[in-house]
Nanobody
């Protein structure tokens, strides 16, 4: 299993970013996918989940109505559209799947600052 995140960067408050996570090594369309984040000095926290066929999504309360998780099973990719970004969204963002055990990507840095 390999997960590779991309799309992070520096953005001003109120801006947007779209993160991508390219997956390989397993049957992507069969598995739920998640995004997590870890801010400096804090524990890693769950951000969003999408079921295998995109039947349902769920979000951390603080990102609800600002972030959107989606997936393209034909491209083996999961996305996180982040709008109305706030400084407190600054973190390394990781995608995750549970395929026998937990797998993580290398993370992508998101910095929200003016």
């Amino acid at each position: 299993v390999l997960l590779v995140e991309s799309g992070g960067g520096l953005v001003q408050p109120g801006g947007s970013l779209r993160l991508s996570c390219a997956a390989s090594g397993f049957t992507f369309s069969d598995y739920k996918m998640k995004w997590y984040r870890q801010a400096p000095g804090k524990e890693r926290e769950w951000v969003a989940t999408i079921t295998s066929r995109s039947y349902s999504t769920s979000y951390l309360d603080s990102v609800k109505d600002r972030f959107t998780i989606s997936r393209d099973n034909a491209k083996n990719t999961v996305y996180l559209q982040m709008d109305s970004l706030k400084p407190e969204d600054t973190a390394v963002y990781y995608c995750n799947c549970l395929v026998v055990r937990n797998y993580w990507g290398q993370g992508t840095q998101v910095t929200v600052s003016s």
